[in-house]
């Protein structure tokens, strides 16, 4: 079995970095047995939410803040996402244990939360290459995240009170129109297939299904793996986004991000599932099927909504950049993986593949 190296964080950079003297003030005022925080590193990957490393003299923790200057009250809810952590962790091993929210914005300027930091690998793309990982383990990893997120799947949402953090009724209909009025608002170029999803979508709508709890990006990149078993996922992370509603929209998220072989180079260029060994999309939904018992003929509907979706992401941060908001050049690029995701969501409403 090939062994890989953990994920490791780097120097962290100084305009993001807390302030270690203010949080450890805080530290020994709400917790004095946490100890004192000798250092702070940063995990630079990821777009959103900022994620730095603890070290005490005996312990490594976690650290999670939204980026600077983002809209605390919304899209990054520090509190929400400590509250889905403390009811999930006693139905759901397979996550870090949650252990302090800090509200008090004036410790590190905005509110955050720490937890236990588990040690392991997160494959990403722009290192997969590098790693050399057989075809059989690939098979392996990728039925581990099916298998995990049927796990997932099955959590009592009454009983963990985790039916608290939505409303399941009408969950796909809000979603779909919530999501092409995002399109509409940030559109900048007109584009034919786009239009076309956009209306699919809406005309296409399934019969809801039985809500669950949803973990809405749930990908290779958000799940750690036993550094001495790659098979096995030992941590699911990033639960910003995670609520209740149908299950199939969770699938058809992780499908949407999902690429093969055969797809755009530039689709493949975001994520690692089209090397050898990995299931096609198909087979995930199978399997999927297989273990959860749910029904998956109308599978192809929720994989044209996570290919939606992933565009009108993409167009808000285009948008931003061509309206000047971003000198960053990558968002530039971001038309092309536009047009990418509108043409393979349309070839695949013609030939009604996944």
């Known amino acids: 079995m090939e062994h890989v190296k953990p994920d490791q964080p780097v120097e962290a950079r100084q305009h993001e970095v807390p302030d270690v003297q203010k949080l450890n003030a805080w ?45 605390i009250k919304s899209a990054h809810d520090m509190g929400r996402e400590f509250m889905v952590l403390t009811r999930l962790k006693p139905h759901f091993n397979k996550i870090p244990s949650p252990i302090i929210y800090g509200e008090d914005e004036t410790v590190i300027g905005a509110p955050f939360y720490i937890m236990q930091r588990l040690q392991g690998v ?4 722009s290192h997969a290459q590098q790693l050399k990982l057989s075809p059989e383990l690939f098979k392996s990893i990728s039925e581990a995240l099916v298998d995990t997120l049927v796990e997932l799947h099955s959590i009592d949402i009454v009983k963990t009170g985790l039916d608290q953090l939505g409303k399941p009724e009408g969950y796909v209909q809000r979603q779909v129109e919530g999501w092409i009025k995002r399109y509409y608002a940030a559109e900048t170029d007109s584009l034919e297939q786009m239009n076309q999803l956009a ?3 809406k005309q296409q709508q399934p019969a809801p299904q039985q809500p669950t709890f949803l973990h809405n990006d749930f990908k290779y990149d958000n799940v750690i793996l036993d550094p001495d078993n790659l098979g096995n996922i030992i941590g699911v992370l990033d639960w910003e986004m995670a609520t209740v509603g149908d299950p199939l929209m969770d699938l058809g998220a992780s499908l949407a991000y999902w690429s ?4 755009n180079p530039v689709l493949q260029s975001f994520n690692l599932t089209a090397l050898p060994g990995n299931l096609t999309r198909q087979q995930i939904a199978n399997r999927y099927s297989e273990k959860s018992g749910r029904d998956v003929s109308g599978i192809h509907f929720y994989y044209l909504f996570g290919l939606f979706k992933n ?10 950049w061509k309206q000047g908001f971003s000198k960053d050049p990558r968002f530039g690029g971001l038309i092309h993986v536009i047009k990418a995701l509108a043409k393979q969501g349309v070839e695949s409403l013609d030939t009604q593949k996944l």
């Open 311 to 320: 565009a009108v992401i993409a167009q808000q941060i285009y948008a931003r």
């Open 199 to 201: 209306e699919w979508l």
């Open 260 to 263: 093969e072989a055969g797809d």
């Open 27 to 71: 530290l020994q005022s709400v917790a004095p047995h946490f100890g004192e925080v000798l250092s702070i590193e940063q995990f630079p990957s990821g777009y959103s939410n900022l994620t730095f490393c603890l070290k005490t003299a005996n312990q490594e923790y976690i650290l999670r803040r939204p980026p600077i200057g983002a809209n």
């Open 122 to 125: 997160i494959l990403r793309a």
